[in-house]
């Protein structure tokens, strides 16, 4: 077939330029505007270049603030991942026990975020909460308004019980795909339970296991309302991560250059983390 | 090794099986015996794979007693059974090399390292796959897939028996022949009790010293290549075994000898003194298109009949006849020619013309 030449072709390609542009490149050059500019008020505004990104990056309350977010996300990873899988493969396989089990787990994913954290607020209370109490009762001291240790476990803990059930989802559809044949062949090869999690059920969960590490690590590393409702970020600053330290400064201190120079910074490592979570694990078995 | 005894075994799928149509295997004895290579021989859904499941522990049988050694085995788990089985389609772990694949079972029953490596390595030889022993299972291709479901089958020295779930489906006609060699040769150097189910009759012969063939729920004949072919026990093994089938007519009794419309087939003193006792009325004959003689001349012990069809297969010809209401089949050499509506006389050997009743051979009583 001949090839007609004719350039008003390139308005073809024009619906994806708008929609690229309106997903991904206009909102995003706001905050770039603003990261490389002091704005003062309407016609006041000065170019500053890379000096927003400096003061940021030096800036030790988010160093810290961010030190804590890895700590966060890494905790609910190594958490989360396991108990997902582990929830998955006691779930019963099929029928009305599976059913059941299914809309038991996957209440928690069901609840908004504030009132999540409206629940653990009062429910790991020590004097009217059912769980402070409890634990109080056995004998622990424990005060997550005081104690940091006990602020940091309450909202991992609340973490835990909120999205766990999106890991044990995800892995139990990734179990309920593999062919019975598998577990025919494990069984006439003698494989031991070990053997078959191993070598059956881990490598065909792979898929499923990346969507689950990429979307609890970008969920934990974006987390805001459930630790400022439980703990406010307290004590002290203890439980604040790196989004509650954003808001402070964009919206609390109006420092819009500062706050979106962070933005940026911190949009760049959600990228980056996950890029690189998602070609460790699809490497990690490639052939050499 | 083990001698595997099926004792009135019965299998049903259904919870509350309600009558005979429910039932996958019905009402079903048999021996394997010890370091045998045995076919399982049927068509599509006449029970084989039941059956298979059944021996190696997959399915619970519904009713009846497998039997190891003379053991019962019923309550014991494939593990626990120590039986290999090889299944239609590949499975193999993906994750693992084909070297790992084929030493997992050993490893799995915690053989030593070095016999591990050296038995890996001659299965991988008898298979021909030890070139591509360090490459990931899950690059392969689907009868390469296949060989290393096989090996893991087959690399085990200790077990009881060795099931194949017609393995060389996905595998191509050239590759499938050499494999089955490879199986016999296996079977002959190793001396395992081995099952292999087929809907091949080929496959069956050239792999089984003995072939049980499986019709509807039942095991119909149990026998050599040879048996099968020259007294087949059942009209369903008439059938299925040869290419064409047997020629199986159904017949009624009348004075000295049985009828169809107004043909009249005179059978042996025997089995004419059977037949007076037999009360049912499904009375079969049958004979094979390779019996089946045609005479120049015409005489008492012939049949008249007319040329339909003559088919050229190469080395032989079929010729289909008319006889009475009936067509048959006749298998000639090269050499036959006939005129499509031409007369020919057919001979019956006597020893070829089998009776059945209630569709099962009729037999001379000793």
Known sequence: ?288 | MAEIQLKSLAHSYSASPSGPDDYAIRQLDHVWHKGGAYALLGPSGCGKSTMLNIISGLVQPSEGEVLFDGKRVNELSPRDRNIAQVFQFPVVYDSMTVYENLAFPLKNNKVPAAKIKTRVQEIAEVLEIEDKLDKKARNLTADEKQKVSMGRGLVREDVSAILFDEPLTVIDPQLKWKLRRKLKQIHEQFDITMVYVTHDQLEASTFADKIAVMYDGQVVQFGTPTELFEAPNHTFVGYFIGSPGMNIVEVEKCQGAVRFGSVEIRLAPWQLDRLVDMKSNNIKIGIRPEFIEIVPAKSDDTYEAEVRDVEDLGTYKIVTVQLGDQTMKVRQDEEFNASIGSQVNLLFPGQWLMLYADEYLVQEQQ
């Open chain 1, 1 to 288: 077939m001949d090839k007609i030449p004719d350039n008003r072709a390139w308005w073809l390609v024009l619906p994806v330029f708008l929609l690229v542009a309106f997903s991904a490149l206009i909102p995003l050059m706001t905050v770039v505007n603003y990261s490389v500019q002091d704005i003062f008020g309407p016609g006041q505004a000065y170019y500053v270049g890379t000096e927003w990104f400096k003061e940021v990056l030096t800036d030790e309350r988010l160093q810290a603030s961010l030190i804590r977010q890895f700590a966060f996300s890494g905790a609910v990873l190594l958490i989360q991942i396991p108990l997902g899988i582990g929830v998955a493969l006691m779930m019963p396989k099929s029928g009305i026990k599976g059913s059941l089990c299914l809309i038991l787990v996957a209440i928690p994913l069901l609840i908004p975020w504030n009132v999540v954290g409206t629940i653990w607020q009062i429910f790991a209370r020590g004097d009217i909460g059912l769980f402070g109490w409890a634990i109080n009762e056995i004998g622990i001291d424990y005060n997550y308004t005081g104690d940091t240790v006990d602020a940091w476990l309450t909202v991992l803990l609340m973490d835990v019980w909120h999205w766990t059930p999106l890991v044990a989802l995800l892995c139990y559809s990734g179990l309920r795909a593999i062919p019975e044949a598998f577990y025919q062949a494990a069984e006439i090869d003698r494989a031991s339970k070990w053997a078959v999690f191993r070598y059956i059920q881990l490598p065909r969960l792979k898929s499923v296991l990346i969507i689950a590490v990429l979307l609890r690590f970008m969920d934990s590393f974006m987390i805001y309302i459930e630790p400022f409702v439980l703990t406010g970020g307290g004590p002290g600053s203890s439980t604040t991560f790196l989004s509650q330290t954003l808001t402070t400064m964009a919206i609390g201190q109006f420092d819009l250059g500062r706050a979106a120079a962070f933005s940026l910074i911190y949009f760049l490592i959600v990228l980056l983390i996950s890029w690189l979570f998602f070609t460790a694990i699809t490497h990690a078995d490639k052939e050499k």
